[in-house]
T-cell receptor, first 114, second 116 residues
């Protein structure tokens, strides 16, 4: 079964820590995305990547950076975690192939910054 | 992406058909209608998509009006596990969008509650 795997389901970090959220997909998808989801605000796009080593800012990139060194892996980095980054983080991937439709999401990482 | 309008919430009895409407009056010629759902505390899940013909798969049916300004997602025999937020999204297909145009934007969706 093809899927997107996020390294942690739950994570608790301290303010000021550097946090890495890892995402791996096994579908050979070109495009990968990081979203965060907060009550009342829905899903908001943080960063996305359409190729290895390529990245583009989404709607709320402040306080985050990303890394895509290999096609299957897309990492979200919180350089210095803050309490307002407590959220559910969702990774997704998609293909540019017309025969392969839809985005596949991971199960999410619920991050709490204390 | 074209704007969509969905009801905030709907209820459905288990075993009955759930019909979720979506209005997309500003849809353009190369835009498809996509449906995703998100069960509580999980990532969104792709359900179905269509351009202008009705579509059916193992999860649901999609009915698109002839003028393409609205559509209905049908879950033929809803179960408790279908309780989720359902998102209707209108956009060109992924294989047309390259680079920065490929991001998926979610609205607020419809909270479907399936009850006994």
């Amino acid at each position: 079964d093809v899927k997107v795997t996020q390294s942690s389901r739950y994570l608790v970090k301290r303010t000021g820590e550097k946090v890495f959220l890892e995402c791996v997909q096994d579908m050979d998808h070109e495009n990968m995305f990081w979203y965060r989801q907060d009550p009342g605000l829905g899903l908001r796009l943080i960063y996305f990547s359409y190729d290895v080593k390529m990245k583009e800012k989404g709607d709320i990139p402040e306080g985050y950076s990303v890394s895509r060194e290999k096609k299957e892996r897309f990492s979200l980095i919180l350089e210095s975690a803050s309490t307002n980054q407590t959220s559910m983080y969702l990774c997704a991937s998609s293909s540019s192939d017309r025969a392969r439709v839809g985005y596949t999401f991971g199960s999410g990482t619920r991050l709490t910054v204390v | 992406d074209a704007k969509t309008t969905q009801p905030t919430s709907m209820d459905c009895a288990e075993g009955r058909a759930a019909n979720l409407p979506c209005n997309h009056s500003t849809i353009s010629g190369n835009e498809y209608v996509y449906w995703y759902r998100q069960i509580h505390s999980q990532g969104p899940q792709y359900i179905i998509h269509g351009l202008k013909n009705n579509e059916t798969n193992e999860m649901a049916s999609l009915i698109i009006t002839e003028d393409r300004k609205s559509s209905t997602l049908i879950l033929p025999h809803a179960t408790l596990r279908d309780t989720a937020v359902y998102y209707c999204i209108v956009r060109p297909p992924e294989y047309i969008l390259t680079g920065g145009g490929n991001k998926l934007t979610f609205g607020t969706g419809t909270q479907l509650k399936v009850e006994l």
